[in-house]
């Protein structure tokens, strides 16, 4: 199978093209490199994935007209994994052109590809973050998602629009993925656990906002992508019997399906620091802050749905999950 995977070294990009390449397939991966976080890490992950002949690498920008549709026209993918995406929701409000040109630009060219290329199944990013101002818990894909509090997260409710309607005006097969804090090997260096581990380790003092009263259903890297390549292989087929009135947003009359796809179990943020400062070996001094702007208190996935559709079940606890982060942050930064 040959597989066009964009955000390719990115934090989950990277494992996925990996994955992929050890189960057999041809991988083409497309990024910017752009300088969000330090590039270095990204190039590094491209590094591991030059040991695979079935890989090959182009810097490319999904907005990017022009080289995006001659990228589809001459590879001719099977399948898209769509993870290439600017991240973050803090950056979000300082700088929000960047996400128009990736998110939403950048989006429709990889669904122009698709469509007039034939892709079988498109594959893409949403996030946790769709769920706003949503305060009943945990998130399930059938509550409303109509109020974003970043416009990151507007972003990916955009995409998420913008997919139905290419599954529903071209019969394109589209599958949206709402990520919930992944963490792990090779994180990226905005997300909590890397700012905390980066912190812990230089003995500097950590920001814990909300003072700590927050959750998050922290997901292993390695759960994550074993759910992307289950629902890569889980094509979407229309459902007849499906409504507006009735039926869930998250399936449709097109060829279109969304998942939450997490851990489904909520770990307070304290906990969570805790557990990196067992595995560091040191003791975190922590500063109390409030509630930072287009945060939210806690995240939870409900996940049955996946479970249901392709036997989604994750299998690595926090604290397993945390020792293979701290371990790997330790070994790539040369700490002791």
């Not at 590039?39 to 907005?63: I, M, T």
Request: some cysteine; proline content about 5%.
């Amino acid at each position: 199978m040959k597989y066009l995977v964009t955000g390719a070294a990115g934090f989950i990009g990277a494992r996925v093209s990996e994955k992929l390449c050890q189960a057999g397939h041809q991988v083409v991966g497309i990024d910017n490199l752009n300088d969000y976080y330090d590039v270095s890490l990204k190039q590094s992950r491209l590094d591991k994935l030059a040991a695979f002949a079935s890989f090959r690498f182009q810097k490319l920008d999904l907005a990017d007209r022009e080289g995006m549709a001659k990228l589809f026209a001459d590879e001719q993918f099977q399948r898209v994994i769509h993870l290439g995406a600017q991240a973050g929701v803090r950056y979000s409000i300082t700088n929000p052109f960047a996400y128009a040109d990736s998110n939403l630009v950048g989006t429709l060219c990889v669904l122009e590809g698709c469509r007039h290329n034939k892709v079988e199944h498109l594959v893409f990013a949403s996030s946790s973050s769709t769920y706003g101002l949503n305060k009943k818990m945990p998130f399930a894909t059938c509550d409303s998602v109509d109020h974003p509090v970043s416009f990151y997260a507007a972003t990916k409710k955009a995409n998420e629009m913008m997919a139905h309607s290419y599954a529903h005006l071209y019969g394109l097969p589209t599958t949206g993925l709402r990520f919930f804090t992944v963490y792990g090997p090779w994180g990226r260096p905005d997300m909590a656990p890397m700012l905390f581990a980066s912190a812990i380790s230089a003995d500097k003092p950590i920001k814990v906002f909300n003072h700590g009263d927050m959750s998050r259903d922290f997901t292993f890297i390695d759960d994550i992508v074993a759910g992307i390549l289950l629902c890569a292989d889980n094509v979407p087929k229309p459902d007849p019997n499906w409504t507006v009135e009735q039926g869930t947003p998250a399936s449709s009359s097109a060829p279109y399906r969304v998942y939450n796809i997490g851990n489904g179990s909520p770990v307070r943020l304290m906990d969570f620091i805790a557990e990196l400062e067992n595995a560091l070996g040191k003791t975190a001094e922590k500063i109390m802050m409030p509630m930072q702007d287009g945060d939210v208190k806690a995240t939870w996935a409900d996940t049955d749905d996946l479970f249901k559709a392709v036997g989604y079940k994750p299998q690595v606890g926090i604290k397993e999950g945390v020792k293979a982060f701290a371990d790997w942050y330790r070994g790539y930064y040369g700490q002791s």
